[in-house]
């Protein structure tokens, strides 16, 4: 019923991680289970999940920089500057996008639209492992 | 469990799909049915779902011309662009607002505040049907 | 399976709901249901729910800030105005952060990763009573 999905980053941007929850929900069910509802939950606050396009990468890109722009890392603007001047910014990222999501099952699969990708984003620089609880009901 | 809901989109904005929301609830639950949840999961990557105010239109109108300004169509800011100038700042407006939604059942009902409706927030320029899944447990 | 909470608010700002979560999720739950969903839905369209950093009151101070000025109370730009200055930028806030969570249940409590903590972020000046939903499953 819950699994936990540990994902390696490779510093910030959108990491699509579709293969691996679809995977790990494959070996959760049986193929009795048609129908379900999985939910995805990350354990951090300086990353994110997003569901978007996974065919053109220059989406990716665009999104990254475009949230980039909208958040600077600019210590003039934040007093939490401690752990370094992409952590507040970081914050701020995961606050505008999603900590949890739901995903319904269909036919034993997840139910995602024909170009839609599973992502984590990752917001800030450094590489390192990411947890997701992943719930199926 | 599980049900698609097909909405007929006019164009660009805030589209109100409580009552078809509530309907298909209705015909998925027995009056025996008195608590439960409700998730909706949007299957595109350039159309959102929202909770707001469904009193004053002003609201809907206000929302709309917010983000348009926040997301603006400026082509020079994306590098993603051959499927019109629409296309980028309608998946960055997906990537700010919900991709699926949990909406609590109390006494057989969706349990909404007195102010609360459910939109269809459509980011792209064209009329056309956009595809909700409706899990219920 | 579901309960209402009921939190005080005493103005514009996150108001960290961790424990009151925490204690109604173990009122609801004996001890022999060690995995779960807990979902969270607030039923007002000018607050809404986030889960963030709950170490360094900085980073709750810094999110209230930048979100301020992305979102400025200048009745200049909104149309829905009779309400309040504060109003249509609290509707804006909302639409941009969650109205609803789901948060695994793991060994009988909240799956939080270790700085998360959940917040109720309300947008307007006022003191008062908002709800939130609370479904387990």
């Known amino acids: 019923m ?3 999905l540990s994902v ?24 009795n289970d048609r129908e379900g509802l999985c939910t995805l939950f990350i354990q951090h606050t300086s990353a994110s999940l997003l569901i978007q396009e996974n065919y053109d990468p220059a989406v990716c890109h665009d999104l990254e920089a475009w949230l980039k722009r909208l958040v600077p890392e600019d210590e003039a603007l934040y007093t939490h500057t401690q752990e370094g001047p992409d952590d507040m910014p970081a914050h701020i990222k995961s606050a505008l996008t999603a900590v949890s999501l739901s995903i319904p099952i269909l036919d034993s699969q997840l139910a995602l639209g024909t170009w839609q990708g599973i992502f984590l984003w990752e ?11 992943v719930h199926l009901v």
Chains 1, 2, 3 share one sequence.
Do not use: A, F, P, Y
């Open 2 to 4: 819950i699994e936990t």
């Open 8 to 31: 390696n980053v490779s510093g910030q941007g959108l990491h699509d991680i579709t293969k691996s929850v679809s995977d790990l929900v494959s070996s959760m069910t049986s193929s």
């Open 123 to 133: 917001h800030r620089h450094h590489r390192g492992k990411r947890k997701i609880v």
